[in-house]
């Protein structure tokens, strides 16, 4: 067992050597370097991405692109720093959450809104169609002073939904005087509030005895976060998959750096960005089947609201949806933006359902 996990280690130590050689050697070789980085690990659906992102851009190209991948904190740390980094060129390429970059850029929020995009379907055709986007890109460029491009929004861990370790959800009313792991940002902490429970916000490193110690009793998470740190071993139990959001991923290039290029190596790397999505959204479906399974074999409980419940979850966090267009700066813009996109994907995805079916 001990040789075989050595084993194991020292392949995967190749592996990693062997891409770190080839990178050197591209990038030797190439008349552009990028710099790409990723605060996870290569076992995330962010690191996937980047893997087909550095494929592709170095394919298209012919060489004259070279992609180095930085995973972890190797050039930076918190989603301001990394964001900084971004804007004065030592960093390339940067991914983080909405609730990663709400400091810097509050009205990327939107993404946390509650029950907005239907279904995987909806949510993918909305992100891939580029309308919504660009709005964001035009105010995240505007508020950098041209510094930092939103380049696409893929998908990190699939959907937020509610996990707890004291009792099945299944309404609203159940998640009374339930205190909630929120992040620091302001908007899912009045999405907890909205449906009657307490948001404590919590660091990430300290949600595991935080369960155990009862500091909180649940969390707004995806499944694969959610085995991937073993929190059934301290103590979460329930999971209801209400799918109040898709849990996205904004993906920034340094503009100047991009703006640079020549126009066909731009669409090289636009074309790029569209490949790392595409492997975003497949990623965590892929990573799901296995993580529910090892949910239900640690005797979780799964509960999937039928819609008149998830309907009742949706009526109880409209307040949310008036507190970021009054309180968020350019709330009310970018929540149109959304919801005009959500329902074009529906009419469009709905249509070809119907001929489909017939």
């Not at 130590?13 to 062997?18: D, I, K, M, P, Y």
Request: aromatic share 8%.
């Amino acid at each position: 067992m001990i040789l075989s996990k050595l084993t194991k280690t020292l392949s995967a130590a190749a592996l990693g050597l062997s891409l770190a050689v080839s990178g050197i050697s591209a990038a030797m070789a190439a008349d552009i370097t990028i710099r790409a980085t990723a605060n996870s690990n290569e076992n995330d659906e962010d690191y996937d991405g980047l893997v087909v992102f550095k494929d592709f851009v170095e394919k298209a190209s012919n060489g004259k692109v070279a992609v180095e991948l930085f995973i972890g904190t190797q050039l930076c740390s918190k989603g301001d720093e990394c964001l900084q980094g971004i804007a004065d060129g030592s960093i390339d390429i940067y991914i983080s959450t909405s609730g990663g970059a709400a400091g810097a850029f509050p009205y990327v929020q939107v993404l946390d809104l509650p029950y907005l995009l239907r279904d995987d379907r909806i949510a993918e055709e909305v992100l891939s169609e580029g309308t919504f986007t660009r709005v964001l890109r035009e105010k995240i460029l505007a508020d950098s002073g041209d510094k930092i491009r939103l380049m696409t929004i893929g998908n990190t861990g699939g959907w937020r939904n509610f996990a707890n370790t004291q009792k099945r959800v299944q309404m609203p009313a159940d998640m009374d005087g339930l205190k909630i792991r929120t992040v620091v940002a302001d908007l899912p902490q009045e999405l907890v509030k909205a449906l009657g429970a307490a948001p404590t916000p919590i660091p990430w490193p300290e949600l595991f005895t935080s369960f155990q110690t009862g500091v909180v009793e649940g969390s707004k998470n995806g499944i694969t976060d959610i085995m991937g740190m073993k929190f059934t071993d301290a103590g979460l139990k329930y999971v209801t998959l209400d799918g109040h959001a898709y849990m996205g991923a904004l993906w920034y290039m340094n503009n100047d750096k991009f703006m640079g290029m020549d126009e066909a190596t731009r669409r090289v790397i636009v074309d790029g960005f569209a490949a790392l999505q595409q492997a975003t959204f497949a990623s965590p479906k892929r990573k799901s089947i296995q993580a529910y399974a090892d949910f239900a074999a640690a005797g979780g409980d799964l509960y999937v609201p039928t819609l008149e419940e998830k309907a009742a979850f949706k009526a109880a966090a409209e307040p949310v949806f008036d507190w970021f267009k009054t309180n968020i700066r350019e709330g009310e813009a970018v929540y149109t933006a959304l919801v005009d996109a959500a329902a074009a994907a529906e009419a469009k995805l709905d249509g070809g359902i119907m001929m489909d079916i017939k």
